[in-house]
């Protein structure tokens, strides 16, 4: 077995190149050692680590060359510090590639308000297909598609409609107080780590996914049907 590559990861959804230029420091300085000390020649070096995304205002996301050329900048600045050939450099860019060019659509349902404590609005999906706020807490920006127009004044959560207590897509969302059953609210930024994250817990079947090209929209993941969930299932 030869050695040909060395990849490292230093985290996800990073808005700062600071952890891969660590890394990369680190990492040449392994390499070197590799070379005087076994005659090895890393031929590859992935440069791990999610490059952030918008989610909601407050995140500031960088172009993909703030990554990019720091990277590449410091393996060069190193590889000629220490007479190393520079290798194939891989980066991991997938979540900033797709994560904005999503966005999840679901029909309001039920809206429950509790007096004094907050008002719960329903959805037709939930922790099934995007468990990322209940596992990391994570955030998203939301609207409501048909009435974009409108003022959001209203204060609300969203909640999905599993039998969990913990499946809640977004927390004191602003809303237009004229939301009612039926509305469609779309979640921002979903393109990554949601279809691939989405499981059939509550026997709930998986969404479809629907992609749109120069105004021409279609299906490219069919919508699961209960017959699909029972298919491998041998009675």
């Avoid at 994570?138 to 974009?148: D, F, T």
């Avoid at 959001?152 to 897509?169: P, W, Y």
Wanted: with cysteine; hydrophobic share 40%.
């Amino acid at each position: 077995m030869k050695l040909r590559g060395i990849h490292f990861h230093v985290g996800s959804q990073l808005f700062d190149n600071i952890n891969h230029l660590k890394a990369i420091e680190n990492t040449t300085l392994l390499i070197k050692e590799l070379k005087e000390e076994m005659g090895v020649e890393v031929e590859e070096l992935n440069v791990g680590g999610g490059f952030g995304i918008k989610y909601v205002d407050s995140d500031e996301a960088k172009p993909l060359s703030y990554f990019v050329d720091a990277i590449m900048d410091k393996i060069a600045e190193k590889c000629l510090e220490y007479n190393l050939t520079i290798p194939k450099v891989y980066i991991e860019p997938g979540r900033w590639i797709v994560g904005e060019a999503g966005m999840t659509l679901y029909t309001i349902g039920t809206i429950k308000n509790i007096p004094d404590i907050r008002t719960y609005v329903s959805v037709d999906g939930g922790l099934p297909d995007n468990p990322r706020t209940a596992l990391y807490h994570a955030k998203y920006e939301a609207y409501i598609a048909n009435k974009l127009n409108e003022e959001r004044n209203k204060i609300v959560t969203i909640a999905g409609k599993c039998c969990e207590s913990g499946d809640v897509l977004i927390w004191d969302l602003l809303v237009p107080n004229t939301i009612k059953r039926g509305d469609i609210l779309a979640v921002m930024s979903t393109g990554a780590y949601n279809y691939s994250m989405a499981s059939n817990y509550n026997k709930i079947p998986k969404p479809a996914v629907v992609m749109i090209t120069q105004g021409k929209d279609r299906i490219i993941v069919k919508r699961e049907s209960y017959e699909d969930l029972i298919a491998l299932e041998i009675i």
